[in-house]
């Protein structure tokens, strides 16, 4: 009982892949206009997302000892959040108004 609680608590920080999935699924839309780099970032965006929710509701469907699902939506949220960290360093995400 302990253990799958503790997997659908993990779960729910997991959902917040749904913000990498919106923000990836709005650059991708328009890719045409964006730059190269900008769509490159919102499809592995989109991606990243898209593992961590589906390892989300993996944890939730099988309740049961599931660390195939913990490692894929942990790599996917770090890798998400790097791709932002890298994007946002190297301005290719457009982060103020006009200069």
Do not use: D, N
């Not at 898209?50 to 049961?64: D, E, H, R, T």
């Not at 913990?70 to 006009?98: D, H, K, N, Q, R």
């Amino acid at each position: 009982m302990k253990r799958s609680i503790s997997h659908i608590c993990l779960a729910l920080f997991l959902v917040y892949g749904m913000v990498p999935v919106l923000v990836g699924s709005s650059v991708s839309r328009e890719w045409a206009a964006e730059s190269t780099a900008l769509a490159v970032f919102g499809v592995l965006f989109l991606l990243g997302g898209a593992a961590m929710v589906l390892s989300a509701l993996w944890l939730v469907i099988k309740k049961g000892r599931q660390h195939h699902a913990l490692w894929i939506g942990g790599v996917a949220s770090i890798l998400s959040s790097g791709i932002f960290a890298w994007v946002t360093l190297a301005e290719v995400l457009p982060c103020s108004g006009p200069a």
